[in-house]
Every structure is written in structure tokens, then in C-alpha cells.
């Protein structure tokens, strides 16, 4: 299978303080990869340092054997719907449309063919009727909906999300999973930071264990283990046993 990422020794910090230290793993194409770990574990921040988004200490990241200034349109990102302002003026139809400023161009006005890309993808994530709808009027489950689209639009190989179910209602998760899950299916990348560990078998194949640095990565069956994640947590959390093997964990 072909690496579509590569980070090797990377490391990040806040002012002084450490987040990332010695981060090293290779993403294979067409995995759906969560990416857990306890608060302050660095995980946002390593979405953030791969993509150029805030400065390394160390290390260098590689995206389909190239830097990502030569493959930023192969790349998707969605960040946590918490950094966004909701409140500026503007309509679903248009912040998906913005997830093809790469096509149109910074200073060109969106074309009729773009419009109609932005409709399709808003329609498969089920918010087409709210295409003219502004995003502050949008619940939460729907705007995350309206992100989600935006970096569907781009069709891009790989893509990044830093928690899409967090905070959304049971039919939103549903209907992001399907999507993401079809991704996959299509052969195209995806690595979810994700906070729900109940649901990390059941939802992707891969997973990376990740506390400053990576404690584990593999196949999910093989990695999401008690003793890995007690490794990841420390003492921060409890397994307990359920059914047929099934892990359930519940943070202190």
C-alpha cells in the first residue's frame, strides 16, 4: 500500500511547554485512522503541525513523497467547529464554495459550475435545503454537516478532521460515518481526531494511540487494546468488559 503521509521526529510545543515530542508514523492509503488519546495529548495540534498550521521544533512530514506546498489541493482539513466564527455573515452555499478557492482562484468570483459542485456536496451530507441559509442560524449538528461538505467539494485524497462528532446528535454521526466510510471505500485517506473511545472499533480500522507522543499504531483490531490504552491514559481511566469482549471505557 502506498504512504501517504510520513512524520518523522516531530515535535511542537506552546511557549514553553512540550506538546508533541518524537512523533513518527506512516499513513497507508485508504485507511480510516482515529487519532486518540487524553486532553492535552497534543492531537489537535498535531493536525495543526503537519499541515503548516503552527510551527515544529523538529522533524519534517511528507505527504505522497512530497512537501504539502506541492499536493495542497490532494489535502482536505477539517478543524474543530469551536475555532470557527459562526457569526460572520455568510450562507452554507457560500463556506462550501470557499473549499474551492484552490479551483477558482482567490480573486475570481466563483463559477456556475463551482455553485453546483458546492450544492452537490451540501446534498450528500443532507443540508442542501439550507444551502441560503446563514451559518449562525445553523444547530451544531449542522454546521458540522456544512464543514464536512466543504472539504468533501475539494475531492481531495487525503483529509484531516479534528473531532467532526463531537457535540452532535445521533442522526448527525450516523450520517457523517456513512460518509466517511464510503471515503474509504472510494480509496481516499482519513484520519479523525476522535473522543468517543465506546466507538473506535465499531468506526474505524485504524487507530493512533497519541500522548505527546505515539503509543501505538495499526489496525484497530491489533492496537486498541486495554493494556495500550491504559498506556495512553495512564490512570485516567477504567475498562470495563462487556458482551463479547467488548471494551467499554469510561474516563474518570
Request: charged share 20%; no cysteine.
Amino acid at each position: 500500500m502506498e504512504t501517504v503521509l510520513k512524520v518523522e521526529n516531530l515535535s511542537a510545543s506552546y511557549r514553553k511547554n512540550t506538546v508533541l515530542q518524537h512523533v513518527n508514523v506512516n499513513i497507508d492509503s485508504g485507511s480510516l485512522t482515529a487519532i486518540v488519546g487524553p486532553n492535552g495529548a497534543g492531537k489537535s495540534t498535531f493536525l495543526k503541525t503537519i499541515l503548516n498550521l503552527h510551527p515544529s521544533l523538529t522533524g519534517s512530514v511528507s505527504y505522497f513523497g512530497q512537501p504539502l506546498s506541492k499536493v495542497k489541493k490532494q489535502v482536505g482539513y477539517v478543524p474543530q467547529r469551536g475555532s470557527v466564527d459562526w457569526d460572520f455573515p455568510t450562507d452554507a452555499l457560500d463556506v462550501v464554495t470557499m473549499g474551492l478557492y484552490g479551483q477558482i482562484g482567490f480573486l475570481r468570483r466563483p463559477k456556475r459550475s463551482h455553485r453546483e459542485k458546492a450544492l452537490a456536496a451540501l446534498e450528500k451530507v443532507g443540508m442542501s435545503d439550507y444551502a441560503n441559509r446563514q451559518i449562525s442560524q445553523l444547530s451544531g449538528g449542522q454546521q458540522q454537516r456544512v464543514f464536512l461538505a466543504r472539504a468533501l467539494v475539494q475531492d481531495a485524497e487525503l483529509y484531516f478532521m479534528d473531532e467532526p462528532l463531537a457535540g452532535v446528535d445521533a442522526a448527525t454521526e450516523r450520517a457523517i460515518m456513512s460518509i466517511l466510510k464510503e471515503l474509504k471505500q472510494l480509496g481516499r485517506t482519513v484520519l479523525v481526531v476522535h473522543h468517543d473511545l465506546q466507538t473506535v472499533q465499531d468506526y474505524f480500522d485504524h487507530v493512533l494511540l497519541l500522548n505527546k507522543t505515539v503509543i501505538k499504531h495499526g489496525r484497530t483490531e491489533k492496537v486498541f487494546t486495554n493494556e495500550n490504552i491504559i498506556s495512553t491514559y495512564g490512570g485516567n481511566i477504567q475498562l470495563l468488559k462487556e458482551g463479547q469482549g467488548h471494551v467499554v471505557h469510561t474516563l474518570h
